[in-house]
């Protein structure tokens, strides 16, 4: 089981930017693929972006290809999530994800349904 911690979240305007930080416990989060997923109220939790084990491959979601960019640091068990061009409708809660993938370093996992590790959540709020 992994802890994961997020950071960085809080009010921004339309227009600006935000960066999440998600720290976890793993003693080789290098095996780990990991996630940024979002929630809004009466919404679904939806794949914001996501990365694989090794960093090198990564997928977005249609609705912030070009203003958000997923990243890790291996070496400082840590993954982020660089928001800009924040809109409102980008507002909800964000969330950390992580699953063991040691046989796949290159893989993405999209999918919610196969992440078994989440962080608690961190509040994102755009104002218009």
């Known amino acids: 089981q992994v802890q994961l911690a997020e950071s960085g979240g809080g009010l921004a305007q339309t227009g600006g930017s935000l960066r999440l930080s998600c720290a976890a416990s793993a003693r080789t989060f290098s095996t780990y693929a990991a996630g940024w997923f979002r929630q809004a109220p009466g919404k679904e939790r939806e794949l914001v972006a996501a990365?694989?084990?090794?960093?090198?491959?990564?997928d977005y979601a249609e609705s912030v290809k070009g203003r958000f960019t997923i990243s890790r640091d291996n070496a400082k068990k840590s993954v982020y999530l660089q928001m800009n061009s924040l809109k409102p409708e980008d507002t909800a809660v964000y969330y950390c994800?992580?699953?063991?993938?040691?046989?796949?370093?290159?893989?993405?996992?999209?999918?919610?349904?196969?992440?078994?590790?989440w962080g608690q959540g961190t509040q994102v709020t755009v104002s218009s």
């Open positions: 994800a992580a699953v063991y993938r040691v046989l796949l370093p290159t893989a993405v996992v999209g999918a919610a349904a196969l992440y078994d590790n």
């Open positions: 990365v694989s084990p090794s960093g090198g491959n990564t």
